[in-house]
């Protein structure tokens, strides 16, 4: 069964990629383009020679954009279907559909969200090149210490939820996870290396379609994975229908 749930956690986070990337072509890398854009005309401003991209836009924004997507979307649905292995049917009996919702959602919080707005993500040639390492480090420091809160909350509700209701049960493990993030909030260093003048606007549109990409990659995770999960359900419910009425 847990093999099943990998293939199609894989085959759900190719479909979410798919997603990803058309509202990254549409919303994200024209967001993208301006920032070059203005750090170009900047550069020129300044007589700073240009140094020749790695690799060309053109590539980026397709083929690097498509591959990058499909890879983190296979990784994430098949960490996904494990998640998704471990609570179904033993929290509450919401069906695979609402069950798989429930986790990408949890999932896209603790993932995203929480170090997302501690240190949100910059545009092209924001930020100093000498502090790279120490951002990634303190960004995957917190992305760490978000999902190690998740399992904790999710113990929590489990331990609790035999001697109070589901309900209070829940609050009580979001409430756990919560203040367990704002620890880590007041625990870890900030971030802040936009320079001053740099456009709000553009900041904002930039950071807006990246948490957009991250929504669209793990609703569809969710979605895909519940709906291929429950027509598998219903054929296989189907189909012993069938021998039971073939031996009666």
Aim: charged content about 15%; aromatic content about 8%; hydrophobic content about 55%.
């Amino acid at each position: 069964m847990v093999r099943t749930y990998i293939l199609r956690g894989l085959l759900a986070g190719v479909i979410a990629a798919a997603a990803a990337f058309g509202f990254a072509r549409v919303v994200g890398e024209p967001q993208v383009e301006r920032a070059v854009a203005r750090e170009a005309a900047a550069a020129h401003q300044r007589d700073d020679p240009s140094e020749p991209a790695v690799v060309s836009r053109d590539v980026q924004t397709t083929v690097g954009l498509a591959t990058g997507l499909v890879v983190a979307g296979a990784a994430l649905g098949g960490l996904f279907s494990l998640a998704f292995a471990v609570v179904y049917r033993r929290f509450a009996d919401a069906g695979a559909r609402g069950t798989a919702l429930a986790v990408a959602g949890a999932a896209c919080i603790a993932v995203f969200v929480v170090p997302f707005l501690k240190y949100p993500a910059n545009p092209p040639a924001v930020g100093n090149p000498a502090t790279i390492g120490h951002r990634t480090a303190l960004y995957f420091t917190l992305l760490a210490f978000s999902l190690v809160s998740l399992v904790i909350s999710v113990a929590c509700q489990r331990r609790l939820v035999a001697r109070l209701s589901a309900w209070n049960a829940s609050l009580i493990a979001a409430a756990t996870y919560l203040a367990l993030v704002a620890a880590a909030y007041v625990i870890l260093p900030g971030v802040d290396e936009v320079a001053a003048g740099y456009p709000a606007s553009l900041l904002w549109r930039f950071r807006v379609a990246g948490a957009g990409i991250q929504c669209v990659l793990w609703v569809t995770i969710g979605l895909a994975f519940g709906t291929l999960t429950e027509r598998s359900e219903r054929g296989a419910a189907r189909s012993r229908s069938d021998l039971i009425s073939a031996k009666g």
